[in-house]
């Protein structure tokens, strides 16, 4: 993992219509190959905007409202987690790049793996599940989870 700072600028809102799952409460959002590793896109379905996220190959999905006072947090940059402790020497250190989501308001951070504030415990992303089935990125939206592919 690289231990420089990184950041990647926000796409544009698209809006998808609900493809075909196999799933209730699951929508197609696009596909694997539309994403590469490192980058993401800001989608909508109805009314809830998501990013979602290709992480190192792994799809995450993010609803883009903000906790803090509900800011578009998906139009944010991705950047990196700055460590200090003993596992770095006490030396400030980059780790986690593009694992970091920052909201474009005030600046709080977000894992978006978990969607919790690197800052303030209490506040948290809403996530939502996704899986890759046939090429096809599936968000869970309600409704029952499907098993995960084989
Ligand atoms: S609205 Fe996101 S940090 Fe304030």
């Known amino acids: 993992m690289s231990d420089s700072h990184t950041e990647a600028t926000s796409t544009p809102v698209e809006s998808v219509s609900a493809g ?22 800001v989608v909508r379905i109805k009314s809830l905007e998501l990013g979602i996220y290709n992480i190192a190959g ?34 400030f250190q980059w780790t986690r790049a593009g694992e970091i989501l920052v909201c474009p308001w005030h600046g709080m951070q977000f894992d978006i793996l978990n969607g919790e504030s690197l800052s303030d415990k209490k506040l948290r ?9 046939d090429g096809e990125v599936r968000v869970q939206i309600g409704g029952r989870r499907a098993s995960p592919a084989a």
């Open 20 to 41: 075909p799952a196999s799933s209730p409460g699951e929508h197609v959002v696009l596909h694997e190959s539309d994403l590469k590793p490192g980058e993401h896109k």
């Open 58 to 91: 792994s799809f995450y999905a993010v609803h883009s409202m903000c906790p803090h006072q509900y800011g578009p947090a998906c139009l944010g940059p991705v950047t990196s987690k700055s460590i200090c402790d003993e596992s770095t020497n006490w030396k």
């Open 125 to 133: 992303l809403r996530t939502f599940p996704v899986r890759v089935v």
